[in-house]
């Protein structure tokens, strides 16, 4: 892949066989080219694209999107992220959010002995990799997130710990008052429209979904509680505009993109339908 062109994410869960609900992750796989380094689990997709010249941007369009929740907490004191990967999310809240505390948690040991190699930074006094399923790290004591991102997969697709209602309602215990939660998706995988329903079923109304930049099929979804009301487009895209020179990301275009998918009959999708969008009421 060329390092001028956008990419496009292939990760995927879906429903597997019970032998391989309980492999948590084959050998990673590290493929090199000239301007990216990926980390893969097998040929289905890329897990993670690190740009070799921009180590700290984000390739990968999903990526951007989920960093929408920007939008609705533009400085978060403390970020929990489950999943590290090749550390794209967790790099550039590092670097673009200094006064942020972040914490990594990365069920995978071999993934995480990769971290230099895709040059995640070393723990400090606001950034910390922690070796732990991300399901029951999120049901112990400790300080609460301000964000809370999942994007926690492996070589069978994302773990059943992971897209459980149960694992929903821990998130939101373990989120601040004003806390969001970013889940990203597949919508053509069995289990999607369960995993959006059991958001749904936890968070009630304050939920969006988004179709990522760059995929058909990513999805980012952002839950929050119930304290932060639903940002207007028009107050997204203000927020956006303020951000700007603090960020390298296009959030206006993750604004609209949250807007487009309130029109997006997800439910059509998630059955396999190909998408349809309902006209705005409001416009």
């Known amino acids: 892949m060329h390092a001028s062109r956008r990419l496009r994410s292939n990760r995927r869960h879906g429903d597997q066989a019970n032998h391989q609900e309980k492999v948590t992750a084959r050998r990673p796989l590290v493929v090199e080219g000239s301007r990216t380094v990926s980390l893969l689990f097998d040929a289905r997709g890329v897990q993670s694209c690190m740009l070799k010249d921009a180590p700290y941007e984000l390739a990968l369009g999903y990526t951007r999107t989920m960093m929408g929740f920007l939008l609705f907490q533009p400085y978060p004191r403390r970020i929990s992220i489950i999943g590290l990967g090749g550390g794209s999310l967790a790099k550039y809240c590092y670097r673009y959010l200094p006064d942020t505390s972040i914490v990594a948690v990365e069920i995978n040991a071999e993934v995480i002995a990769l971290r230099e190699r895709f040059r995640v930074p070393r723990d400090d006094d606001r950034f910390q990799v922690v070796c732990a399923d991300g399901a029951h790290y999120v049901t112990l004591p400790g300080r609460h997130p301000d964000v809370l991102l999942v994007d926690g997969f492996h070589a069978a697709g994302l773990p059943a710990e992971l897209r459980s209602t149960s694992f929903y309602q821990q998130c939101h215990r373990r989120l601040a008052d004003d806390g969001v939660l970013v889940v990203n998706l597949m919508s053509d995988a069995p289990c999607f429209h369960r995993c959006v ?87």
Request: avoid cysteine; glycine fraction near 4%; proline fraction near 5%.
């Open 197 to 283: 329903s059991s958001i749904r079923q936890v968070f009630g109304n304050a939920v969006a979904l988004a179709p990522a930049e760059d995929s058909i099929d990513n999805v980012a979804v952002f839950a929050w509680k119930e304290s932060i009301a639903r940002p207007t487009l028009d107050a997204m895209l203000t927020r956006a505009d303020s951000l700007q020179r603090a960020h390298t990301l296009d959030l206006r275009e993750t604004a609209v993109r949250l807007e487009y998918g309130m029109h997006i009959d997800w439910n059509a999708r998630a059955t396999g339908a190909a998408p349809r969008s309902r006209s705005p009421s409001s416009r």
